[in-house]
């Protein structure tokens, strides 16, 4: 005879909600914090737009990873791929046999395959012009680079290893697959705290960015008009995705991934003969990665990990980075400005971070504020541009250093 109670009992018990009452003092909670905080995120990405198109995928990563028994990602298996005393140490084979879902979808950031895409989708969607006919844009994307490093130093002074403070300081950089490049690399336990931080403060650009770019130029800096530039051959854009991979992967081999993936893409634009494969870079491809990184990223937002004093120093230290960043991309517009006796108009130097092509209309808005009929959108995509490639030199950078 069917006894029904004894079924329902076992439901229960086999059940998330038992797990959550059962396990409340012992780490329950955090997984009910972890399941509002995902939920904030979704309400920040729906309803603010906040970097919808991966804020979406991260906080429901965030969500599937949190409820008890799901069995959709694993961080066990994770401390124990990543420990050399481990019989499964690197061992891929054993996430694919033991792992969940979410555990296999995490083996593309890991390798770092995802990042990559998704550099060679935002290559593919790059013009690369306004850099070439201004090639001194590259000093302002240059300078934006200041809060990675002053990031990295502040983060040293708290506490954490060299690695984590690599991983930390690359926020500033505002570039969000460069911050996963890195840090799947260094520090894989921060990537959480480290990918929201990141695609946080670039979503909050036109917040945080002009109270600094008015604190630090005067109102007859911002109303300089910039003359048009020259227009770029087709042949230049050509040979320059070619010519900076070769410099820059034998300069920092490191960085080779990033780079050679962000310029293929931008072959693939500027060649005129392969408009599919640029077609399905920018948006099959783009679309599908997007998916996979961002859901990956969520699922390592393990409440036992995520709430913690260091996620607290992350999200501090992170928008120190970027306001340096900031700072560092003005400062370098204002010297350029005197150097040139009033040719540029400094704010274009805040869109030196890597944060395409929001900063650069954050530049244009805030210099039409100060003089209606200024248009510096193309003059500032040229550091806006120029701190992509600075991004990923400086993520190259640090991962030869602390890359073992």
Sequence with gaps: MVN??????????????????????????????????????????????????????????????????????????????????????????????????????????????????????????????????????????????????????????????????????????????????????????????IAVAAYSYMALIPMIQPPFMRLLTTPKERQIKMIQSRTVSKTEKIIFPILVTIFVALLLPDTAPLIGCLMLGNLFKETGCTDRLSDTVQNALMNIVTILLSTAVGATMVGSTFLTVQTLSIVVLGVCAFILSTVGGLLGGKIMCILTRGKVNPLIGSAGVSAVPMAARVANLEGQKANPSNFLLMHAMGPNVAGVIGSAIAAGFLLSVFGG
């Excluded at 979704?42 to 008890?68: H, S």
């Design 4 to 193: 029904v109670g004894e079924i329902l009992l076992g439901l229960w018990e086999k059940s998330g909600f038992a797990a959550l009452s059962s396990g409340f003092m012992t780490g329950g909670w955090q997984n009910l914090v972890m399941l509002v905080i995902a939920c904030v995120l979704l309400y920040l990405a729906i309803v603010k737009k906040f970097e919808p198109l991966l804020l979406v995928g991260i906080a429901f990563g965030c969500l599937l990873t949190n409820l008890p028994k799901a069995g959709l990602y694993h961080q066990e298996l994770w401390d124990a791929f990543m420990n050399p005393d481990s019989p499964v140490y690197h061992s891929y084979g054993a996430i694919m046999r033991e792992g969940g879902l979410l555990d296999i979808f995490y083996i593309g950031v890991k390798t770092s395959l995802y990042p990559c895409l998704i550099f060679m989708g935002v290559g593919a969607m790059t013009d690369f012009g306004p850099l070439l006919s201004n090639p001194k844009s590259l000093l302002l994307g240059a300078a934006a680079q200041m809060g990675v490093f002053a990031a990295f130093f502040g983060a040293i002074a708290m506490g954490f290893t060299g690695t984590e403070a690599a991983s930390i300081g690359i926020i500033g950089g505002a570039d969000g697959p460069t911050a996963i490049f890195l840090t799947s690399q260094l520090a894989p336990h921060l990537l959480g705290a």
